[in-house]
């Protein structure tokens, strides 16, 4: 059953019982109450004729200077005061020893027996309500002593004005109670109805969702709660929507490096499977010819051999502990000029080393070198013959920067977000340059390494060409890397 | 599809429930109708407003013949005319004392009787001045031995609205509830074995004194009490009971009275309060007090006794 079903239906049973309980309850206090005091005045009333007949038969006997009057007397007081009653709202009728004295009235209702009986053997007045000639009495009885005597006196007072008051309330109450309660559900089942849009909306864009439509968003619209709850919806969209573009993207990467290592490393294998088995099975071999094939051989090696060891070296500097102690910028880079010389004889290439004088720097040696010499072999790779790779470092109070150039083919936008990523390898150009190798494991050991010295690395290239290297670290800083670079 | 069926069906049943039970539940609402209910009896004003078309003669002035009554200078007879105006002084005195006269020997002067000199000697509307010196008319009736009729009233009589009248009657009525009951006379009297109104300490079968004034409770009532109506009682008994003549076993069934039953009405400026006396010796007896609703006091008494 639907929500909004339900609620309606729960909203009609309650209106309804509510409405019901709360009129009926007023309906019924009023009504006891009204007929509480309409007996209290019919017994009020009955009370004030005994009386009145009282003092009619004490005012005849004194009229008649009598001691007391005889039964007859009496018996003729009573029917004059029950005639001069007739038409009255009240009527009367008169009893001695359980037969009437004063004539038959069809104004007065026929008495209960029961009602008669109880009246007759107690002393106490009795009054019950009976229906007569389509109307409603109050009957009390009492008894009255006269003369001497016991009589008995019946006094009914029409109470058809409250009972047809009564049914017309009732009556009222069960038009409004309805109408009321089909009302006021109907306003609550149009309410909840539009309360619940949002959360049907919701549904809707969370099974689009869960369809892999992650870029849709929920409308926040509704209440504070259904806004919340799509609000909430909405950020776990985009969480997942985030998680899968990395995912997909880790994914791609990987992917494109395993094509790259297969194909890398197809390459010098099924060179050295060549050299070799001609080496294997060619009877004579001159001298030139096993030296070249050997140089082959050894030349595929080396390339395996270097792919290898860039990727323990990625994994190092991953893991190991680093040895760090304060170095001079000005011999360090020395060193890794003179290491990376051999890099730079086959274009020509020229290192241009612009020093800042007193700037030191706090790093691990081996794997701070290892960082400049993948940058400067990436350079040198990405340069032409005869361009300068222009290295500089310099200081403020706070922070060392580097800044490493090459004047060569430059890179996309798309490949500078990409270039530090593991496995990216996009343009073929850039992977094997005159046997250099690169299968995106450079930059991204660099940016590895950068970062366990708590520094940052930066790629740029400009439009006119060439790409720059910036790398800042922070002159202070902890050896637990508590303080981070901003 | 079916699940929707479901819903619809039942969906109706409960509306249909809904709207039936709302319609039938006057049905089973109490009607009060065919129910027996005793009830305690109304303490209603029980005095009734008569707008008097005839002339109200009361005991003994239903008989008075004024045409044959004569004042007699008989010795036998002045004895008597004496005696009754001592007696009508002692009542005023004790009953009606704002009612005393300033010269204490003319009530004896004003009486007089039928012109045979025998029956009941009369003063009607005997004009004096009161020990205030505020004019006074009384009526009396004496009657072997004992006042039969005795009524005071001041010369200037206000007239009362039916308001007032219905108000002063509502705190009679109330004062009358207040002294129900059964009142008994003062005097040694005879108790009888197994007599339920034995007072305590009375042994059965002895005569015994009795002081005072008691209701059935054995309340001591006295004539300075705060009601008027147990005031006069108060002093009224004693004085019928005073005669040493009377055998007190007589004179206390004689004026042992019950209270529970009265009519009153309102006539001629007075509330005339009609007490019903027990009867032991079956004599017929009838006591008419009036009250004076303006000074708030009983003002005279008329006793019928057979």
């Given at each position: 059953m639907k929500l909004w079903l339900k609620v309606f239906l729960f909203s009609l049973t309650f209106m309804v019982l509510a409405v019901d309980i709360v009129a009926y309850t007023i309906l019924i206090n009023g009504f006891s109450t009204s007929v509480t005091r309409e007996t209290d005045q019919a017994l009020t009333h009955h009370a004030s004729v005994s009386t009145m007949v009282s003092g009619q038969i004490l005012y005849e006997r004194l009229r008649q200077s009598k001691l007391l009057l005889t039964f007859e007397e009496v018996g003729r007081v009573l029917k004059e005061t029950a005639e001069q009653r007739r038409g009255n709202e009240t009527v009367i009728s008169f009893y001695y020893n359980a037969e009437p004295i004063s004539g038959s009235d069809s104004a007065m209702p026929n008495i209960d027996p029961d009602f008669s009986r109880e009246v007759f053997e107690n002393d106490q007045p009795y009054s019950v309500i009976i229906d007569y000639n389509d109307k409603s009495f109050i009957l009390c009885g009492s008894h009255l002593t006269l003369e001497g005597s016991d009589y008995v006196i019946f006094t009914a007072s029409d109470v058809t004005q409250v009972y047809t008051q009564h049914a017309e309330q009732l009556q009222f109450v069960q038009i409004v109670s309805l109408a009321s309660a089909g009302i006021i559900a109907t306003i609550m089942l149009l309410f909840i109805f539009l309360s619940l849009k949002p959360l049907s909306e919701i549904n809707h864009s969370i099974r689009r969702i869960a369809e892999g439509d992650y870029s849709l968003r929920a409308r926040e619209t509704g209440s504070q709660e259904f806004r919340e709850l799509a609000g909430n919806i909405n950020i776990m969209a985009e969480s997942i929507e985030q998680n899968v573009t990395e995912i997909q993207r880790v994914a791609d990467g990987r992917k494109r490096f395993i094509d790259s290592l297969a194909h890398e490393m197809k390459t010098p294998l099924t060179s050295i499977m060549g050299f070799a088995d001609i080496l294997r099975i060619k009877r004579s071999v001159t001298a030139k010819e096993r030296e070249e094939y050997g140089s082959i051989i050894v030349e595929e090696t080396k390339r395996l051999r270097s792919l290898s060891g860039k990727l323990l070296e990625l994994s190092s500097a991953r893991n190991l502990p680093l040895d760090f102690c304060e170095l001079d910028a000005k011999s360090f880079f020395s060193e890794v000029c003179i290491a990376a010389k051999p890099l730079l004889s086959d274009k020509q290439l020229k290192i241009s080393c612009r020093i800042q004088k007193g700037t030191t720097f706090r790093a691990d040696p081996e794997l701070f070198k290892s960082l400049l010499y993948n940058v400067i072999e990436n350079a040198v790779k990405a340069s032409r013959r005869k361009q300068i790779i222009t290295i500089k470092c310099w200081h403020d109070t706070d922070r060392v920067f580097f800044n490493i150039t090459d004047q060569g083919i430059g890179m996309t936008p798309e490949e500078i977000e990409n270039a530090a990523d593991l496995f990216y390898t996009n343009n073929p150009s850039r992977t094997k340059q005159k046997g250099g190798i690169n299968l995106g494991i450079g930059l991204a050991l660099c940016k590895e390494i950068a970062a366990r010295h708590n520094g940052i690395m930066d790629i740029s290239s400009p439009p006119e060409g060439g790409t720059a290297i910036s790398i800042t670290l922070l002159k202070k800083w902890g050896d637990d890397n508590e303080t981070k670079h901003t | 599809m079916k699940r929707n069926i479901l819903n619809i069906t039942l969906s109706a049943v409960l509306i249909f429930v809904l709207i039936a039970g709302s319609l039938l539940i006057p049905r089973v609402?109490?009607?009060?109708?065919?129910q027996v209910t005793a009830h305690e009896a109304k303490d209603t004003a029980r005095f009734k407003y008569i707008n008097a078309t005839d002339t109200l003669d009361i005991y003994p002035w239903d008989q008075y013949a004024p045409d044959s009554y004569t004042r007699r200078q008989n010795p036998m007879i002045e004895g008597t005319f004496l005696e009754a105006g001592e007696l009508l002084l002692f009542h005023i005195s004790d009953l009606f004392p704002q009612f005393l006269p300033q010269d204490e020997d003319i009530f004896a002067q004003s009486l007089y009787t039928e012109s045979d000199g025998s029956g009941t000697l009369y003063i009607k509307d005997y004009s004096y001045n009161n020990i205030d010196g505020k004019s006074c008319l009384l009526n009396a009736a004496y009657e072997y031995g004992t006042l039969i009729y005795i009524r005071c009233r001041y010369s200037a009589q206000k007239e009362l609205s039916k308001a007032q009248i219905n108000q002063a009657g509502k705190a009679l009525t109330e004062n009358l509830r207040n002294i129900n009951g059964w009142l008994y006379a003062d005097g040694s009297v005879y108790m009888s074995p197994g007599d339920e109104f034995l007072p305590e300490g009375v042994i059965n079968g002895d005569a015994a004194e009795i002081s005072g004034l008691f209701m059935a409770d054995y309340s001591l009532i006295t004539p300075e009490s705060k009601n008027p109506i147990s005031s006069f009682f108060a002093s009224f008994l004693p004085l019928l009971a005073a005669p040493p003549e009377y055998d007190y076993e007589i004179i206390w069934k004689e004026y042992?009275?019950?209270?529970t039953d009265y009519s009153v009405i309102y006539y001629d400026h007075y509330f005339i309060i009609n007490v019903d006396t027990l009867n032991y010796s079956d004599d017929q007896s009838a006591l008419y007090i009036f009250f004076d609703p303006i000074i708030g006091q009983i003002v005279g008494y008329s006793h019928h006794l057979l």
């Amino acid at each position: 059953m639907k929500l909004w079903l339900k609620v309606f239906l729960f909203s009609l049973t309650f209106m309804v019982l509510a409405v019901d309980i709360v009129a009926y309850t007023i309906l019924i206090n009023g009504f006891s109450t009204s007929v509480t005091r309409e007996t209290d005045q019919a017994l009020t009333h009955h009370a004030s004729v005994s009386t009145m007949v009282s003092g009619q038969i004490l005012y005849e006997r004194l009229r008649q200077s009598k001691l007391l009057l005889t039964f007859e007397e009496v018996g003729r007081v009573l029917k004059e005061t029950a005639e001069q009653r007739r038409g009255n709202e009240t009527v009367i009728s008169f009893y001695y020893n359980a037969e009437p004295i004063s004539g038959s009235d069809s104004a007065m209702p026929n008495i209960d027996p029961d009602f008669s009986r109880e009246v007759f053997e107690n002393d106490q007045p009795y009054s019950v309500i009976i229906d007569y000639n389509d109307k409603s009495f109050i009957l009390c009885g009492s008894h009255l002593t006269l003369e001497g005597s016991d009589y008995v006196i019946f006094t009914a007072s029409d109470v058809t004005q409250v009972y047809t008051q009564h049914a017309e309330q009732l009556q009222f109450v069960q038009i409004v109670s309805l109408a009321s309660a089909g009302i006021i559900a109907t306003i609550m089942l149009l309410f909840i109805f539009l309360s619940l849009k949002p959360l049907s909306e919701i549904n809707h864009s969370i099974r689009r969702i869960a369809e892999g439509d992650y870029s849709l968003r929920a409308r926040e619209t509704g209440s504070q709660e259904f806004r919340e709850l799509a609000g909430n919806i909405n950020i776990m969209a985009e969480s997942i929507e985030q998680n899968v573009t990395e995912i997909q993207r880790v994914a791609d990467g990987r992917k494109r490096f395993i094509d790259s290592l297969a194909h890398e490393m197809k390459t010098p294998l099924t060179s050295i499977m060549g050299f070799a088995d001609i080496l294997r099975i060619k009877r004579s071999v001159t001298a030139k010819e096993r030296e070249e094939y050997g140089s082959i051989i050894v030349e595929e090696t080396k390339r395996l051999r270097s792919l290898s060891g860039k990727l323990l070296e990625l994994s190092s500097a991953r893991n190991l502990p680093l040895d760090f102690c304060e170095l001079d910028a000005k011999s360090f880079f020395s060193e890794v000029c003179i290491a990376a010389k051999p890099l730079l004889s086959d274009k020509q290439l020229k290192i241009s080393c612009r020093i800042q004088k007193g700037t030191t720097f706090r790093a691990d040696p081996e794997l701070f070198k290892s960082l400049l010499y993948n940058v400067i072999e990436n350079a040198v790779k990405a340069s032409r013959r005869k361009q300068i790779i222009t290295i500089k470092c310099w200081h403020d109070t706070d922070r060392v920067f580097f800044n490493i150039t090459d004047q060569g083919i430059g890179m996309t936008p798309e490949e500078i977000e990409n270039a530090a990523d593991l496995f990216y390898t996009n343009n073929p150009s850039r992977t094997k340059q005159k046997g250099g190798i690169n299968l995106g494991i450079g930059l991204a050991l660099c940016k590895e390494i950068a970062a366990r010295h708590n520094g940052i690395m930066d790629i740029s290239s400009p439009p006119e060409g060439g790409t720059a290297i910036s790398i800042t670290l922070l002159k202070k800083w902890g050896d637990d890397n508590e303080t981070k670079h901003t | 599809m079916k699940r929707n069926i479901l819903n619809i069906t039942l969906s109706a049943v409960l509306i249909f429930v809904l709207i039936a039970g709302s319609l039938l539940i006057p049905r089973v609402l109490p009607q009060y109708k065919n129910q027996v209910t005793a009830h305690e009896a109304k303490d209603t004003a029980r005095f009734k407003y008569i707008n008097a078309t005839d002339t109200l003669d009361i005991y003994p002035w239903d008989q008075y013949a004024p045409d044959s009554y004569t004042r007699r200078q008989n010795p036998m007879i002045e004895g008597t005319f004496l005696e009754a105006g001592e007696l009508l002084l002692f009542h005023i005195s004790d009953l009606f004392p704002q009612f005393l006269p300033q010269d204490e020997d003319i009530f004896a002067q004003s009486l007089y009787t039928e012109s045979d000199g025998s029956g009941t000697l009369y003063i009607k509307d005997y004009s004096y001045n009161n020990i205030d010196g505020k004019s006074c008319l009384l009526n009396a009736a004496y009657e072997y031995g004992t006042l039969i009729y005795i009524r005071c009233r001041y010369s200037a009589q206000k007239e009362l609205s039916k308001a007032q009248i219905n108000q002063a009657g509502k705190a009679l009525t109330e004062n009358l509830r207040n002294i129900n009951g059964w009142l008994y006379a003062d005097g040694s009297v005879y108790m009888s074995p197994g007599d339920e109104f034995l007072p305590e300490g009375v042994i059965n079968g002895d005569a015994a004194e009795i002081s005072g004034l008691f209701m059935a409770d054995y309340s001591l009532i006295t004539p300075e009490s705060k009601n008027p109506i147990s005031s006069f009682f108060a002093s009224f008994l004693p004085l019928l009971a005073a005669p040493p003549e009377y055998d007190y076993e007589i004179i206390w069934k004689e004026y042992e009275m019950l209270l529970t039953d009265y009519s009153v009405i309102y006539y001629d400026h007075y509330f005339i309060i009609n007490v019903d006396t027990l009867n032991y010796s079956d004599d017929q007896s009838a006591l008419y007090i009036f009250f004076d609703p303006i000074i708030g006091q009983i003002v005279g008494y008329s006793h019928h006794l057979l």
